[in-house]
């Protein structure tokens, strides 16, 4: 059983900063890749930024240059340092990890339980 547990959100005012943290435990092979998400009421779940296991990573063209994802593999863990908040980065953000369960096996997408940001004065 694979579970995510993040961390990090909360009130910030625009301009300000917040990290955000999910760590992954249960038994598994391999992460291949790890990423963010965030949702509004009404609206899809969108992509922020992903990271794969080899560092390669993409950003959403709204974060660039504001947000910077990275991953710890000892400790299962991503991160998304948020920078330069604006009211509109204001959402649930959810991790996603692609996990492989054996070395053999297809990758499976897991989600945590989502965050709330909220950015405002």
């Known amino acids: 059983q694979v579970q995510l547990v993040e961390s990090g959100g909360g009130l910030v005012q625009p301009g300000g900063s917040l990290r955000l943290s999910c760590a992954a435990s249960g038994s598994f092979f391999s992460i291949v890749v790890m990423g963010w998400y965030r949702q509004v009421p009404g609206k899809q779940r969108d992509l922020v930024a992903a990271?794969?296991?080899?560092?390669?990573?993409n950003y959403a063209d709204s974060v660039k240059g504001r947000f910077t994802i990275s991953r710890d593999n000892a400790k299962n863990t991503v991160y998304l340092q948020m920078n330069s908040l604006k009211p509109e980065d204001t959402a649930v953000y959810y991790c996603?990890?692609?996990?492989?369960?054996?070395?053999?096996?297809?990758?499976?997408?897991?989600w945590g339980q989502g965050t709330q940001v909220t950015v405002s004065l």
């Open positions: 990271i794969t296991s080899g560092g390669s990573t």
């Open positions: 996603s990890n692609n996990i492989r369960s054996t070395f053999s096996s297809p990758t499976r997408t897991y």
